[in-house]
């Protein structure tokens, strides 16, 4: 009842508004949206609060069309921030979040519609996998459930962003994507990473570094490099994050 009412005077606040040509909804707008549909649709289960991690935003044409040019990295950043959100409130989430805006001539001027939904519940994991201070994450993704060379199961990183706590990580998977974008493997907060900075690929039973044209660049045991086979005890810097590889037994 409540939601139904606070949706009903939200509409009432905002459709005059669009209907005289005012702005468009802007980007911390979107994030408020699916901040609300996070907490409106949270379902309670016994190892903790599970929240949607799929959001599709529906918006009048002429309300999306400011986004259009760069709707691709404002998703990637809204999607950033709705993982950064779970992880903070201890939320959990099935998978890593995705967002999808989308122009809806069925939805007046000014409003956002959020469709919210959570994926697959069986595979449910902790929106925050691994204690971690540097807002570091590794999630599953999806499709890649396959079994991985020895080689993979065997290797792991440590991550240390800007002198906080180091955070470990096993890869067990051949291809391992690094950046500060939602839809990397490992998801770093440091503004010097690029969204899709680098790529660690397992070839021929070892692991090879390659970066992915990255804006600052990446640099291993101190050297600038765009691709390298990785042995074990490796130095990856990537911006204020110092990556090293490592091998078990």
Known sequence: MFRRLEDFLERLVEAPAGRLGAAPPQPVTLAKRIERAMDTNKRFSEGGVIVPNRYVLHLNPADYAPFDAYHGSLEDDLAHDALTRARRLGYRLVARPRVVLRPDPMVPRGEVRV???????????????????????????????????????????????DGAAPARFDLGGALIAIGRAADNDVILDDPQVSRHHCQLKLQHGA??????????????????????ALADGDRIRIGNTSIEFRLRG
């Open 207 to 228: 692991y090879g570094f390659v970066d992915l044209q990255s804006r600052n660049g990446s640099t291993v045991n101190g050297r600038p490099v765009e691709e390298i």
């Open 115 to 161: 469709a919210a939904a959570v994926a697959d519940e069986e595979s449910a994991t902790p929106a925050a996998a691994t204690p971690d201070p540097t807002n570091t994450s590794v999630l599953a993704r999806p499709g890649h459930a396959v079994p991985e060379p020895d080689s993979a199961s065997r290797a792991f990183l440590i991550v240390q962003t």
